[in-house]
């Protein structure tokens, strides 16, 4: 199981261009290559958070200056997972030409279940879509009812979502078996499109699922017995970017805890991804790897979380 980071579709400072895209995500599905040439089966789960941001601009636009009706998040998600699986599978069925693989790529527009008495539907702290001004946050949430807070880097004001934990996969029987049969299989994207069961039946809710998180579950349904998370780091690192900077190697799960626990990988970057490691490898994972996409061909990439 593969993750691509947000980097992998999108680098700081683009603007998210069609084409800035296609070539981000050619330039990453390049880096599995090592991966598939040792005969990995491979799934590929991915974030959307921009490019949701970048829908629900475009909604609200379309409200604004046409009448078109804009569609909630559960919708907006479902956008996005279309969109980028197209982009990979584009981008690696150019690789797999180049590199004279014969695999085919298979995407999946993947519903996940949460609970509806999950906490976190009254704690929404998941940011989502484009920053405002206090004034025009408060506006819209007197227009909308949604909830907004200040971003904690001084940029504005953003729309929060709850981020319920992830609790089955709709069709992850399917995702296991293409694998099997061969096939690269793209699902879970941007955490899946969150739905709760209600008399009997899945219905879509207003939140966004941890990508990570949604993709160590899906590691553990297909038994999964790597779980890559590709960022734009090469290693985790404690006292990141200050005295004492130091890369891991490997990190037992007491470990990971423990630096969790310190405060030492921040929320919103390296704190989802360790949780998401440590949540694979202790429910039937032999180990995570975090690392970034270009290190793959190294047989020592990356920090290692194992038991």
Request: net charge neutral.
């Amino acid at each position: 199981m593969v993750a691509f980071g947000g980097n992998a579709l999108l680098r700081s400072g683009q603007k998210g261009s069609f084409q800035e895209q296609v070539t981000n995500v050619e330039r990453t599905c390049e880096n599995l290559v090592p991966l598939l040439e040792k005969g990995y089966g491979i799934v590929i789960g991915h974030g959307n958070g921009p490019q949701v941001g970048n829908g629900l601009l475009r909604h609200a636009a379309g409200e604004k200056e046409a009448g078109l009706p804009a569609m909630p998040m559960d919708f907006c998600g479902a956008e996005t997972q279309g969109s980028i699986a197209y982009l990979i599978e584009t981008g690696m069925d150019r690789v797999l030409h180049r590199s004279g693989i014969n695999r085919r790529v298979v995407s999946l527009v993947t519903r996940v279940e949460v609970k509806a008495d999950d906490p976190m539907f009254r704690n929404p702290t998941k940011p989502v879509g484009p920053y405002y001004t206090k004034e025009q946050a408060q506006k819209l949430a007197d227009e909308t009812g949604a909830t907004y807070k200040e971003d904690p880097k001084g940029r504005g004001w953003r729309k929060v979502v709850p981020s319920p934990v992830p609790v089955d996969i709709c069709n992850v029987d399917l995702v296991a078996r293409l694998a099997r049969e061969g096939n690269i299989v793209v699902t879970v994207g941007g955490g899946g499109i969150p739905v709760v069961k209600e008399d009997g039946v899945l219905k879509g809710v207003e939140a966004v699922i941890d990508k990570d998180l949604a993709s160590a579950l899906c590691a553990i349904r297909i038994g999964a017995d790597e779980f890559y998370i590709l960022t734009d780091v090469p290693k985790v690192y404690i006292n990141f970017r200050r005295v004492g900077e130091k890369a891991l190697d490997t990190l037992t799960v007491a470990e990971a805890r423990e630096y969790l626990a310190q405060g030492q990988f921040a929320e919103g970057s390296m704190a989802p991804k360790v949780r998401a490691g440590i949540y694979f490898v202790e429910n039937g994972g032999s180990e995570c790897i975090i690392t970034e996409a270009g290190e793959l061909g190294n047989s020592s990439c990356g920090t290692r979380i194992i038991k």
